[in-house]
Each structure stands twice: as C-alpha cells, then as structure tokens.
C-alpha cells in the first residue's frame, strides 16, 4: 500500500513539473488590493485587444472598483455585457494575422497556468537583429505591451514585473472568481467535522459506560 502511494505521488510530482521548466514563479496574489492593481492595468493596458468573455463589467464592481472607472471602460455597453475587446476581429485580423484569445480561462489553459502568462508578459527581449522576440512563445505576433524589453533600468524593471504579477493574479481571480468562497467554506466543514468528532466520541463514551 505504502509503496503505491509513493508511487502514485512520484507520478505527480514528475507531472506538476513537465512542461514548466524555463518559466519564472508568480506567487499570486489573493488581496483585494492586488486584483483591483491587476484590473486597472488590464482594463488600461489588455482590455483594447482581449475580451474576458466570461466577466460583466458589473462584475468588476464586486470587488471594489470605482462606478465611474468601470463606466468609463464600458462606454456605451450595459453594466452587464460580458468584458469585450476595443478591437474588432477584422482589425486585429488585419493587424495580427490573428484574433487576440479570450483571457477568462487563459491561467488554466496553458501549461504552467499562472506562471507561464507571467513569463509570457516578461518574456519580451530584442535579439541581435534588433528584433523584439519572446523566450516562452518565440512567434507570437503579441507586441512587447509591458515594454520589458525595452527597458534595461532595474527600477523600471521591478516596476514592470511588479505590473505582471497584479495582472496574473487579476487573471487567476477572474479564472476562478468563488475559489476564496470554497476555501472558506473548507474551514467551516473542517470546523464542523471536529466539533462533531467531539460530540460523537463523548456520545460513545456515554453509552460505553452504561454498557460497562
Ligand atoms: C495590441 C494588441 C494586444 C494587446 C494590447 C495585448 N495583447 Fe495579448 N495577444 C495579442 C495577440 C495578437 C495574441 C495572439 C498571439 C499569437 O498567438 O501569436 C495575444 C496573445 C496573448 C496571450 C496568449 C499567449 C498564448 O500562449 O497563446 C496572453 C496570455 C496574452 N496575450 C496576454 C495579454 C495581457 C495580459 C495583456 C495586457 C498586458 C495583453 N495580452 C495585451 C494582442 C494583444
């Protein structure tokens, strides 16, 4: 049995590890302080090409943001429209050769989840033909929008990393929006399995020494 389970943990360990090599660690943040910073960076600097298809501007309110900032990124479309690119699929198709992809689930999609859209977004450097170019996706036809490889000062640098990071977690929030509710929930069924595992132990003892 015990050597099942080591196996079985080995085969995980090896999985959680495929595919992620090369990618930098984002520690996600959690605080209403970091979503609302990575909102604000997305709707000012992502929201022009990418749609959240599965967030409503409404929505954006839930967790504290300004009425008259979401009323400003909305424009003319009702609170509860679903997150849409400033871009029309011709134009970017013209631009890109490409539709930008929905963002909603893009932390879940790729393999390394949150740290590969972070490595993604800080990827960005100039080769030695003077052309920009991306460590993680190598042809992508994303422009370098944070600007990291435009850069060399340290200060900046931080900044930018600084900027990714709150967008990643904006993004994982937006990827799972009840996940904080269900670990919260977690902690009141835990709470409840043991204060239940009390009652029904001194109920045994109960009826054990009736019996003894
Ligand atoms: C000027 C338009 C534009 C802006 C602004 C923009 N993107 Fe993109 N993005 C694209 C295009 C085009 C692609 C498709 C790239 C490809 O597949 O070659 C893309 C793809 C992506 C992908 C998917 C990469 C993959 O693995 O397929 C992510 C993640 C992403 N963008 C995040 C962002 C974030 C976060 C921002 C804001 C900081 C942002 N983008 C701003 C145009 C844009």
């Given at each position: 049995m015990k050597r099942h389970l080591l196996a079985i943990f080995v085969l995980f360990s090896i999985q959680a590890h495929a595919g992620e090599e090369g990618l930098s660690h984002v520690q996600v943040q959690t605080s209403l302080a970091a979503i609302q910073r990575g909102a604000e960076t997305f709707m000012g600097q992502c929201h022009s090409c990418h749609t959240l298809k599965y967030m409503h501007y409404g929505d954006l309110k839930h967790f504290g943001m300004d009425q008259h900032k979401v009323d400003e990124w909305r424009g003319d479309q009702a609170l509860d429209a679903v997150i849409s690119s400033q871009?029309?699929?011709?134009?970017?198709?013209?631009?890109?050769?490409?539709?930008?992809?929905?963002?909603?689930?893009?932390?879940k999609a790729r393999e390394g989840g949150p740290d590969y859209v972070y490595s993604y977004l800080l990827g960005y450097y100039t080769d030695k033909d003077g052309m920009t170019a991306n460590h993680?996706?190598?042809?992508?036809?994303?422009p370098d929008i944070l600007g990291g490889s435009m850069t060399s000062d340290a200060a900046q640098l931080e900044a930018i990393r600084k900027q990714a990071g709150d967008i990643v977690s904006f993004l994982t929030w937006v990827a799972d929006p009840h996940e904080q509710e269900r670990q919260r929930l977690g902690y009141?069924?835990?709470?409840?399995?043991?204060?239940l595992t009390v009652l029904l132990y001194l109920v045994k003892n109960r009826i054990w020494s009736r019996l003894k």
């Open positions: 871009m029309s699929d011709e134009a970017a198709l013209q631009s890109f050769a490409k539709v930008p992809p929905d963002l909603s689930l893009m932390t993680v996706f190598p042809a992508t036809k994303m009141y069924v835990l709470a409840y399995l043991m204060v």
